[in-house]
């Protein structure tokens, strides 16, 4: 019975834990595939999102990326008229038809509801059982199927945050080539006023 308890403490860590990351992956997914703002304010923006996004439970994260990142149509906010800074704005979003979409919602969101049945109620789901042994048999029987079941609809989170990863650091080295210094150079002359014209005394 003691090895057993023991077993059940080692398979809700690793449950708890595969849940922390999880969430970290979901916090990461939702900050850096919409970032938008002025480029003076671009840091303060990232460390208000940031904070704002610690607070979130894992609930609200799964509906963030399935509203902002699972959809083509979702609206980005259009830039103000009176421009004085040089204002990015990026989203990374994938496109599901109806069937893949519910089916992505579904297994988020059964796995979120996973996370609170063992927050909350796991001790209490078996707490029926006449026989400690059994009990703790069904209880270790029971986290080992749920992990597996959540680790397999964890597979597409992972995939999307290794497209993120990949997009951002394509961007980066774009930006950072000769090609994307010359496309910068570019834009700031089509934006930028005609210069005086001088005439000669």
């Known amino acids: 019975p003691d090895k057993l308890k023991e077993e059940v403490y080692q398979k809700v860590g690793r449950y708890v834990l595969f849940f922390q990351k999880m969430e970290m992956t979901l916090k990461y997914i939702v900050l850096n595939c919409n970032l938008s703002g002025y480029a003076k ?11 704002k996004i610690q607070k979130q439970t894992m609930g609200n994260l799964v509906k963030q990326f399935l509203k902002k990142n699972l959809t083509e ?16 704005s990026m989203r990374i979003a994938i496109g599901l038809d109806e069937i893949q ?7 988020l969101e059964s796995v979120v509801a996973g996370r609170n049945e063992l927050v909350h109620h796991v001790m209490s789901k078996f707490g029926q059982e006449a026989d400690e042994v059994k009990r703790r048999y069904s209880i270790i029987q029971y986290l080992d199927q ?11 989170l ?14 980066s ?29």
């Open 158 to 171: 992972q995939s999307f945050l290794k497209t993120i990863q990949k997009v951002k650091k394509d961007y």
């Open 146 to 156: 749920q992990y597996d079941d959540a680790k397999a609809k964890d597979v597409f």
């Open 173 to 201: 080295d774009f930006l950072l080539s000769e090609k994307g210094e010359w496309l910068f150079k570019a834009m700031f002359l089509q934006i930028s006023p005609p210069c005086p014209k001088f005439e000669k005394n």
């Open 101 to 107: 979409f519910q089916k992505i919602k579904q297994d």
């Open 73 to 88: 149509h979702y609206d980005v906010p259009e830039a103000p008229d009176d421009l004085d800074d040089v204002l990015f």
């Open 41 to 51: 304010e671009f840091t303060q923006i990232l460390g208000a999102n940031y904070q």
